[in-house]
């Protein structure tokens, strides 16, 4: 089970005003949080003592004190780990670390919170579908154009929308045996939710990518895989979080080359076409000079050099 910090982290966004001073009170003072009552932390937050437990039970958690126990569980570490702010008086070495230790904590937090067997959903329909269409607007656009790639170099029939008409349009001819791809950071991209309810109602099975458990998204996915990147902080999210929502795709894609069985051979023929077509020729060793006359190819194609 995700960590309570991240989980309050991913639906913060979601929660009524009471609930989420409640939050705030709990995100700062973690240790503190650990040793209070409810009524205690009812009064520290400035709520009642009902909003606290309404927290609790809208984060999966029985009870208050079944909260704690899975607080109790969370690293004394985890509040300082989010992404630092970056401010004007850092050196360049300084962005540098705290733009790489925020796309690090990204990944930690989002293996965390996956649940592998919602991997494996995905994996399993995308391998036995018929055709993928990912759809995808603005940065979450060239996550999903990454993710087509992918699947077409195991021979999967995908294709990528990332312009509002042709989502709507590809979406309105999905049906049973298709896969829908949704990814939106926010989870509220209008017509990225409305494409997979579109894509839905044909019968397509679809895979929702966000960054909030709790989001329009997520409710019109019949699999959610959910990335972690807290931006509270740092207006940088569409970065880590595509680098988080690639990860994903990523383990999708060698989950999927293990249920379609793909032979090898054609990974390699692919990628052998590609060196030769885009590639220039690994330069000679000095003293071994090949095609030292006034021909040489390059990608088939000879080249004759001038005199």
């Known amino acids: 089970m995700a960590r309570i910090l991240l989980r309050i ?9 009471a609930e989420r001073c409640v939050a705030d009170h709990i995100r700062g003072h973690p240790d503190t949080a650990l040793h209070q009552s409810v009524h205690e932390v009812a009064k520290a937050a400035g709520v009642s003592a009902a909003s606290v437990s309404r927290m609790a039970r809208r984060l999966g958690c029985a009870s208050f004190k079944e909260f704690k126990i899975q607080l109790a569980c969370d690293s004394a570490n985890s509040v300082s780990a989010i992404y630092e702010a970056i401010s004007k008086d850092d050196s360049d070495a300084e962005i540098i670390r705290k733009v790489f230790g925020g796309n690090v ?10 649940d592998p067997a919602d991997m494996v959903r995905a994996a399993r329909a995308v391998a036995r579908c ?3 269409a990912f759809f995808g607007i603005g940065a979450s656009g060239n996550t999903a ?3 087509a790639l992918r699947l077409a170099h195991l021979d999967v029939p995908a294709e990528v929308c990332i312009d509002s008409y042709r989502i709507v349009n590809q979406a309105v001819r999905l049906t049973k045996g298709d896969v829908a791809v949704g990814v939106s950071h926010s989870g509220r991209s209008i017509v990225t939710v409305k494409a997979l309810e579109l894509a839905r109602r044909g019968g397509a099975t679809t895979v929702g990518i966000s960054n909030y458990l709790k989001s329009p998204l997520h409710e019109a996915s019949d699999i959610f895989l959910c990335t972690s990147f807290s931006e509270s902080r740092v207006k940088a999210a569409a970065l880590s979080s595509q680098i988080a929502q690639i990860c994903l795709l990523d383990a999708m894609y060698v989950l999927v080359a293990r ?8 990974p390699d023929v692919l990628n052998s ?11 000679p060793r000095a003293g071994r000079t090949r095609n030292s006359g006034k021909e040489g190819t390059w990608s088939g194609i000879t080249i004759r050099k001038s005199s």
Do not use: F
């Open 105 to 114: 904590r990204s990944l930690n937090q989002t293996l965390e919170m996956l």
């Open 9 to 17: 982290q991913s639906q913060y966004g979601t929660l009524p005003g």
């Open 273 to 283: 076409h590609i060196e030769s077509l885009l590639r220039l020729p690994v330069k």
């Open 259 to 266: 249920y379609r069985k793909t032979r090898i051979g054609l």
């Open 130 to 132: 018929r055709r993928v």
């Open 145 to 147: 154009q990454e993710g």
